[in-house]
């Protein structure tokens, strides 16, 4: 028995010392972990020690550099190769399995490898490690041995290192805290890989579904019908009106212009632009408006194969197409294409009817300039239209300029050539006849109404099929022409004076209780002259914008430098060029009409003559920002040109359309409430209400006091001032007259409680379309508010409101509005014109035609003094005496009264009498160079009929 346990115990030490030299091994081809193997329960060490205690170099191997353990020792501690000799032992009778196998490369031998665990015998030590020998480690000491194994005094079992070990790895692996959040790199990679595989079979299952289609068959797309608010049509438009050309016969710089403008890089890039379409798609999913940055590929598709409609779908559709087109047809095909598909304005397609449209030419004949202009137009047509849009002629030039730098930084078109280039005008529109009086302008400004309140775009108008009832009425649309064509058309020699040449009319009437646009007057005729007067704005506003500044004045409860409530009655000095006071923006001192001074004066006196240095000075006084944004409450819009924050403000600078005028007073009208005016009653395809109305959106925009307040003002303008014409319509009514800077436009303005409306007779030349006085127009000295205009108005009033009842405005004015106020305490007289206060009776130099001035000496003595008849004026010779005034009831003819003879006083025959049908004016005039007053009677309502004799210098 000794003899077979000495040799068992021999082998054991000769394993042992092979798994030692197999750990060297091990760390020689890769670093590997120390393995710790559980005790086995009875293991005998190899020294001289029968009964199990530990060998001379101690039970447990230290680990050799990089190797794996050795298997477990025989009093239980861990046992690993090392470089001592004593580093061997066997294993117990039971054995526990292996060490931890190691990282290194199985060729580092068995323990180096994956396989380097292997259980013990039934009775012997687990089979160590085996490898090739190596340098032996010094063993440890008998005493760490024994420490080592009595601190495993018992051997654990055979699975619960491997279970340990997980539970370790496992350990490791948790994340806390905010890392338990974020994905893993393996989740993020799969999430990317997936939805690249999901892209990339929506691209090919897209691609093999979306089949080009056949291209749209304009030629039978329908027409849009406009309507009367009674159902009556006005017109039709949807001819369309386009000539196709090869590439070859539209010029190079043409083509260039065009790519300059839209897609410069389109002979090299891809049908598509990926990343704009990405965002004009998902800006068009989540209602953040049209968006466009497409290519001129897909711009070809969808003028050519889809439709204009702004939707994901169809944006999908066009990138699919793109990309099939731009693999069966050359870039040159695609070009050419476009060019005869795209819209330019003036139901111009493609660019052979546009190059006619705007210049007269063929689209092989465009210049530079003029194909940069029409490349502009893509992009908005109707906005850079400079002819039908003056106002838009800058953004029109900035659109043009970028074009041309386009070229230039593209090297097809050379700067030298480019610095000579000026803007080439277009000509005036040809139109067909089916547009020709006043229905042209009527469809240009509901399109323009559509698209400006985005209800339906021009490329939706475009496609057809639209039946559109306006809330124009047809009987006013044809009072309003009847009466321009009387009052100032029929009274025009054109062939005799050129002046009558540049004579234009634009007018527009406004239900004020109902926002409603009931008729306009947009110019002679559409094919002869295209701008539409009623809607543009780039003529002065003139003092029809007073009374704006008075509205600001009561709805801020505005005070005078001196602290006096502005009120009707509030005294202002009325000095011709009087410098505003308390204005900071530098000096201002404003010239009256006509160089007059009136002295102190008050506010409704001086809104019936319209003295510039009153308005100016209480615009200073309001603040002249608030008056803007009164003027924008009432309805003038914000971007209005020249409407600034200024005391200018206050004379009419502003370049305010007809309408935008309209709108306002219509305000007024209404007690100061205010909707945006509309002029649609519905609009209908295929017998369906296609599109949706904007509802009635009304407010409150100034006090009812500060309207009714000014409208009292107003009342005032037409009893005592420049507003008499509208005495003639026989019922209360409101009104301003206003004058634009070397009265290149006249204006009246007024309103009753049914409906406002404002003519503007305005000066322009045909030909260059500059701005032109209206001195000697229609053979008079000058037009003014209170001549062509109130005579317009006042004829389409009365027509325009025949078989209503009259109705009289219901008043709620500003406290004190009343009561007088006294003189200020810093009023001076006034030097004046002739050294003397003329508030109560003007002075006037011989020979000046002054605005109101008949009425003043004539008209009010009629009014107040002579009921039943005129008496003729006595004079002395050399005596300044002032001829008697025609009176008159307001509803019967005034008297014929005759004027007085003319003596050395400037003053003479007066006006007639107020009436429906004024008597005559006075028998004669001075006789020069005396001077004397002029022989003519007022208008309608003033004396019509002219007196004898001439008027005096």
């Known amino acids: 028995m000794g003899a077979a346990r000495a040799a068992r115990a021999a082998r054991a030490a000769g ?12 760390a020689a081809a890769g670093a590997g972990a120390t393995g710790a193997g559980p005790t086995g329960p009875t293991a005998h060490a190899s020294g001289a020690h029968p009964t199990g205690g530990p060998g001379p170099g101690g039970t447990t191997g230290s680990p050799g550099p990089g190797g794996t353990t050795g298997g477990p020792g025989s009093t239980g501690a861990t046992g690993g190769p090392g470089n001592g000799p004593a580093g061997h032992r066997t294993g117990g009778p039971t054995g526990g399995p292996t060490g931890g196998r190691s990282t290194g490369t199985p060729a580092g031998g068995v323990p180096g490898g994956p396989a380097g665990r292997r259980p013990g015998g039934p009775v012997d030590a687990p089979t160590t490690q085996l490898a090739a020998a190596a340098p032996r480690a010094t063993a440890p000491s008998a005493a760490a041995t024994a420490d080592r194994t009595a601190a495993t005094p018992e051997a654990a079992a055979p699975g619960d290192d491997k279970k340990a070990r997980k539970a370790a790895k496992k350990a490791k692996r948790k994340r806390t805290g905010w890392r338990r959040l974020l994905p893993t790199w393996r989740m993020v990679l799969g999430g990317v890989l997936t939805v690249a595989l999901l892209v990339i079979g929506a691209f090919f299952v897209g691609y093999s579904l979306v089949k080009i289609p056949p291209a749209n068959a304009l030629a039978m797309k329908q027409a849009n019908v406009y309507l009367y608010a009674d159902g009556t049509e006005i017109a039709r438009d949807g001819d369309i009106n386009r000539e196709n050309v090869g590439l070859a016969q539209v010029s190079k710089d043409a083509q260039h212009a065009v790519l300059a403008a839209e897609d410069r890089d389109f002979y090299t890039e891809s049908a598509v632009d990926p990343k704009a379409m990405l965002r004009a798609g998902w800006n ?81 004949d465009l210049d530079p300039a003029r194909a940069a202009y029409l490349a502009a137009l893509v992009n908005a047509p109707s906005e850079y239209d400079v002819v039908a ?80 009832t306006t809330t124009l009425q047809k009987s006013k649309q044809d009072a309003f022409v009847k009466a321009v064509d009387d009052q100032l058309m029929s009274k025009l020699d054109k062939k005799n004076r050129k002046v009558d040449t540049y004579v234009r009319a634009g007018g527009a009437a406004i239900d004020p209780k109902t926002g409603e646009l009931v008729a306009m007057y947009g110019g002679i005729d559409y094919v002869k002259q295209y701008t539409n007067n ?86 200073v006084d309001v603040g002249s920002d608030k008056v803007k944004q009164t003027a924008v409450a009432l309805g003038v819009p914000a971007d209005t040109p020249e409407l600034v924050s200024s005391p200018s403000i206050a004379l009419g600078v502003a370049r305010a359309s007809v309408v935008d005028m309209t709108q306002a007073y219509a305000t007024l009208a209404n007690h100061g409430r205010h909707g945006v005016y509309t002029m649609i009653k519905k609009i209908t395809k295929d017998g369906a209400n296609a599109v949706k109305l904007p509802g009635d959106t009304e407010t409150q925009a100034v006090s009812r006091q500060a309207a009714d307040t000014t409208t009292s003002v107003l009342q005032s303008v037409v009893q005592n001032g420049t507003g008499a014409p509208a005495q003639a319509i026989g019922r209360p009514a409101a009104a301003k007259t206003g004058t634009a800077e070397e009265d290149t436009a006249a204006w009246f303005a007024g309103y009753t409680p049914d409906l406002a409306t404002v003519v503007s007779v305005m000066g322009q030349d045909p030909d260059t379309a500059a701005h032109k006085s209206l001195y000697g127009a229609m053979g008079l000295d000058r037009v003014n508010g209170s001549g062509a205009p109130g005579s317009i108005w006042a004829q389409f009033m009365g027509d325009a409101l025949k078989g209503t009842p009259a109705s009289d405005f219901d008043l709620q004015l500003q406290p004190g509005a009343d009561a007088s106020q006294a003189p200020p305490s810093d009023s001076a007289t006034e030097p004046g014109d002739g050294g003397r206060s003329d508030s109560a009776s003007p002075s006037t130099s011989p020979g000046q035609d002054t605005q109101g001035q008949g009425q003043t000496a004539g008209q009010t003595q009629g009014q107040t003094q002579g009921q039943t008849g005129g008496t003729p004026g006595t004079t002395t010779p050399g005596t300044p005496t002032t001829g008697g005034a025609g009176g008159g009831t307001p509803t019967t003819d005034g008297g014929a009264g005759a004027g007085g003879a003319g003596g050395n006083s400037p003053s003479g025959g007066g006006a007639g009498g107020a009436g429906d049908a004024g008597g005559a004016g006075g028998d004669a005039g001075g006789t020069p160079p005396t001077g004397g007053g002029d022989a003519a009677g007022g208008a309608t309502g003033d004396g019509a009929t002219a007196g004898p004799g001439p008027g005096g210098l």
Do not use: C
């Open 534 to 619: 009623a809607t543009r704005r780039d003529f002065q506003a003139g003092s029809t914008f007073k009374p704006f500044v008075f509205t600001a004045a009561v709805e801020n409860d505005a005070r005078t430098t001196d602290g006096r409530t502005i009120t009707p009655n509030t005294l202002y000095d009325g000095t011709n060029k009087r410098p505003v006071q308390g204005w900071v923006g530098g000096s201002y001192a404003p010239e009256n009409e006509d160089q007059r001074s009136y002295g102190d004066i008050t506010v409704r006196e001086a809104t019936d003559k319209s003295v510039n240095a009153v308005y100016a000075q209480m615009a």
């Open 15 to 26: 394993t042992a010392r092979a798994a030692g030299a197999a750990g060297a091994a091990g």
């Open 284 to 364: 068009t999913a989540t209602g953040k408006g049209k968006q466009s940055g497409s290519t001129i590929t897909q711009q070809y598709v969808k003028n050519y194969y889809l439709g204009q409609e702004q939707t994901v779908t169809r944006k999908v559709k066009e990138f699919f197409i793109s990309i099939k087109l731009d693999r069966t047809e050359s870039k040159d095909e695609i070009l050419e294409g476009y060019l005869n598909t795209s819209y330019f304005g003036r139901n111009a397609y493609g660019i052979q009817a546009a190059a006619q449209a705007y210049y007269g030419v063929k689209a092989k």
């Open 389 to 468: 849009h003056p106002e838009n002629k800058s953004a029109a030039l900035a659109r043009w300029n970028y074009v041309l730098d386009g070229m230039v930084k593209q090297g097809w078109l050379g700067a030298s050539e480019r610095a000579g280039i000026k803007f080439p005008m277009p000509k005036d529109a040809t139109v067909p006849t089916g547009m020709s009086g006043q229905r042209g302008y009527l469809v240009r400004a509901v399109k323009d109404y559509l698209a400006k309140n985005k209800i339906l775009t021009e490329d939706e108008l475009t496609a057809g099929g639209y039946r559109i």
